[in-house]
């Protein structure tokens, strides 16, 4: 098992900045990729960003160039560093750790952090 503790939320006016912290425990060993996604009301949840184990990033189209993902491995954590917020990016946040067992990659999720962006 892994389990996945968000922190770092909070409300922002436009233009500010938060950094999301997600800490693993449990099996960390086999974790593959991590990363972020974000629910809005009314829509289903998505991709904001990724990191695989080695390095390799990526990013929703709508973030490109305001944040920014990083993994401390020795610490089994990822961050969100986002900037240039936007009101669009009000949210619940979430962090997903996907552990490779054998074959399969099993999704894991935290409980969520709520980013509220205002104008």
């Known amino acids: 098992q892994v389990q996945l503790v968000e922190s770092g939320g909070g409300l922002v006016q436009a233009g500010g900045s938060l950094r999301l912290a997600c800490a693993a425990s449990?099996?960390?060993?086999?974790?593959?990729?991590m990363g972020w996604y974000r629910q809005s009301p009314g829509l289903q949840r998505a991709l904001v960003a990724s990191?695989?184990?080695?390095?390799?990033?990526n990013y929703a189209d709508s973030v490109k160039g305001r944040f920014t993902i990083s993994r401390d491995n020795a610490k089994n954590t990822v961050y969100l560093q986002m900037n240039s917020l936007k009101p669009e990016d009000t949210a619940v946040y979430y962090c997903?750790?996907?552990?490779?067992?054998?074959?399969?990659?099993?999704?894991?999720w935290g409980q969520g952090t709520q980013v509220t962006v205002s104008s």
């Open positions: 449990g099996s960390t060993y086999s974790i593959d990729a």
């Open positions: 997903n750790a996907k552990r490779r067992i054998v074959a399969l990659l099993v999704d894991y």
């Open positions: 990191i695989s184990s080695g390095g390799s990033t």
